[in-house]
């Protein structure tokens, strides 16, 4: 059975998750599981346009990923630019360290300061790409119950 999601909890008829769950659930959800491994497994390759910071993100994502068997060759792009928000916030974080989180503009007022504004500004892109990903378990966890609820992938054939 796959890593990404655990049915330990999920019991016919027992409290689980904060319902009873019907076997026909189960079963639902253990086969979603299933429709996310590939038979052969493809290495991912870290996008030549990854800063050296962004590369060590990278790594570790992946290493600290790996057990769970989410991410995938076609998720390349997508994790790069996780990677890359995740190197820029911290390079952001660093900046508020040494320079703090108000700065005095042209006029001569303390304004928030653009390191700030690029940090909150990241701290979204990761936390959207994070979810896109599955990199926390609320994600994974949704991605096995569309497919449960939903059956068959609805865009299914658009590539027969």
């Known amino acids: 059975m796959n890593q990404v999601i655990k049915f330990d ?11 009873h769950w019907t076997e026909k659930e189960v079963q639902a959800r253990e086969a979603a599981a299933q429709k996310f491994e590939r038979k052969k497994k493809r ?3 870290i996008p030549e ?13 992946v ?7 989410v991410l995938d060759k076609v ?39 653009a390191n700030v504004k690029l940090a909150q500004s990241y701290s979204r892109i990761i936390l959207a790409y994070s979810n896109k990903l599955g990199l926390n378990a609320e994600a994974r966890a949704r991605l ?17």
């Open 43 to 45: 290495k991912l390759k």
């Open 75 to 113: 998720d390349e792009d997508v994790l790069g630019t996780y990677c890359d928000a995740v190197a820029k916030y911290q390079h952001a974080n660093e900046q508020i360290e040494l320079f703090g989180y108000t700065e005095v503009n042209a006029q001569g007022n303390t304004v928030v300061s």
């Open 9 to 19: 909890h999920m019991r016919v008829g027992k409290k689980g998750g904060g319902k």
């Open 144 to 160: 096995a119950k569309k497919i449960a609820d939903g059956g068959e992938d609805p865009n299914a054939e658009l590539f027969d």
């Open 49 to 61: 346009w990854l800063s050296d910071e962004a590369r060590k993100v990278w790594r570790k994502t």
């Open 63 to 69: 290493k600290d990923m790996e057990e769970f068997d």
